[in-house]
Structure formats: C-alpha cells, structure tokens
Nanobody, 117 residues
C-alpha cells in the first residue's frame, strides 16, 4: 500500500506561480511512474505531466513550457512547478503512482488550484 499526500495548492493571480508537492509514504520511484492529473468542474480528469521511473517526462500540450515535473528521491516527493498560470489551469490537481508492470494505481486526495484575479 502507498499513500500519496499532495500539498501546495491555493489561490493565485493569472501569470503567477505555484509549486505542488506529492509525498509518497515510501520509496517507490524506481518501480512506479508518477503523474500529475487535474480535473476541472464538469470535465474529465486529464494528465498534466508525468515522469517515468527512468526519469523521462512528458506534458500535456496545454502546459508545455509552463509546467515542470521533477522528483526528489531522497524525500520520496514529486513536484509540479507551475508558472505563467492561466484561469483555465483552475482545477483539483491529483498525484498518481502507477506500477511499471502490474495494474496498480494509487491516487492522492487532491489539492485545489484556483487562478483568478
């Protein structure tokens, strides 16, 4: 069992920045791919950014050049640095851990990000 705890959400003005954190309950990055998803009201949950166990990253087109996913293995923590935020980035952001081989997924509880003036 793995627990994921997100933090760092909040209210920010357009053009501002936030950094989300996702701390895992144990060291899993060598066997789990990690991702950040978001879900806005009335919309489906979508992948924002991901980092594989090997360190490869990928991003949704809508956030490329503005968001950066990274991880700190020593702290069992994955980060999402969000810059140049737009109102359309408003959503609940979820951290996800997906096992590289088995069909095992874990989700965090979500953290609200609101971009508004």
């Amino acid at each position: 069992q793995v627990q994921l705890v997100e933090s760092g959400g909040g209210l920010v003005q357009p053009g501002g920045s936030l950094r989300l954190s996702c701390e895992a309950s144990r060291n899993i990055f060598s066997i789990y791919d990690m991702g950040w998803y978001r879900q806005a009201p009335g919309k489906q949950r979508e992948l924002v950014a991901a980092i594989t166990s090997g360190g490869s990253t990928n991003y949704a087109d809508s956030v490329k050049g503005r968001f950066t996913i990274s991880r700190d293995n020593a702290k069992n923590t994955v980060y999402l640095q969000m810059n140049s935020l737009k109102p359309e980035d408003t959503a609940v952001y979820y951290c996800n851990a997906r096992h590289r081989i088995f069909e095992v997924n874990y989700w965090g509880q979500g953290t609200q990000v609101t971009v508004s003036s």
